[in-house]
């Protein structure tokens, strides 16, 4: 089954200034050395989509997370998961291993012929990263077309095209979330605080990232857009991932 991998791309947002020396690590080889500084690197993408490249960022837009508490319509098995549509966000609250926390958003803000612009804005206090890339779905996986991320107070950066083979191996499991397949596992019922799921599904991955495998749990919900995600917690006591809030609509552009 295809996990969701979000903590990862926020690795990479928090890592963002570390992108440079990434690209030219990878520019040298094509080693494994490339792609473990690729996965230190923020990304977006390396060209402007025309609908909303100059708007604010979808954190700011104008939907405001559900009301804590709000009950959803229980979730049937094999249920399809909420096709992609522009304007989708959804956002989760993080807390790491250490016990720091922060804010994630995700959200498709264009998109062009096969192919969808997504971004994610990471917030941790008073400090806002943004990535930005272009994605293919290709079957049961998602092709990176464009990558690029602008970390605050710095230039927006892009990724050279020769250079993304290194950083899909990277991404492959997280960009999977972004198209969901029906709905299965065992059902469970989880209250978030974007409120309670009854029946979401719960499945157990085994994730591989920097050499090192995560077992982790994960549920899911068709009411939730994007990814389908209500909560994700590393069994090892690492990351959780809980559902803040969502919209099918209001997404803006953080480019």
Same mark, same amino acid.
């Given at each position: ?16 200034? *570390? #992108?440079?020396?990434?690209? /030219? %690590? &990878?520019?040298? !080889? +094509? =080693?494994?050395?490339?792609?473990? $500084?690729?996965? @230190?690197?923020?990304? *977006? #993408?390396?060209?402007?989509? /025309? %609908? &909303?490249?100059? !708007? +604010? =960022?979808?954190?700011?837009?104008? $939907?405001?997370? @559900? ?8 979730? /049937? ?179």
């Amino acid at each position: 089954m295809r996990a969701p991998l979000p903590w990862i791309l926020m690795l990479l947002v928090a890592c963002s200034g *570390e #992108s440079e020396s990434a690209q /030219e %690590s &990878a520019s040298e !080889s +094509e =080693s494994e050395s490339a792609s473990a $500084s690729a996965s @230190e690197s923020a990304s *977006e #993408s390396a060209s402007e989509s /025309e %609908s &909303a490249s100059e !708007s +604010e =960022s979808a954190s700011e837009s104008e $939907s405001e997370p @559900e009301e804590p508490g709000r009950l959803f319509d229980p979730a /049937e098995d094999g249920a399809e998961m909420i096709a992609p549509a522009i304007g989708q966000w959804v956002r989760y609250g993080v807390t790491w291993r250490e016990g720091a926390r922060s804010t994630t958003e995700y959200r498709f803000v264009d998109r062009q012929n096969d192919t969808w612009w997504f971004e994610v804005t990471d917030r941790r206090g008073n400090r806002q990263n943004h990535v930005r890339m272009q994605v293919r779905p290709n079957g049961d996986d998602v092709e990176l077309l464009a990558l690029s991320f602008h970390r605050q107070g710095q230039p927006r950066e892009d990724v050279q095209e020769r250079l993304l083979p290194n950083y899909q191996p990277v991404l492959a499991q997280w960009l999977q979330m972004l198209f969901p397949g029906p709905l299965s596992g065992e059902p469970e019922e989880v209250t978030v605080r974007a409120g309670t799921f009854p029946d979401a599904r719960r499945s157990e991955t085994t994730l591989e990232f920097a050499g090192q495998q995560i077992e982790a749990d994960v549920w899911h919900h068709p009411a939730v857009p994007v990814t389908g995600m209500v909560k994700f917690r590393d069994k090892a006591g690492g990351h959780t991932v809980e559902l803040l809030g969502f919209g099918l609509e209001g997404a803006r552009s953080a480019f």
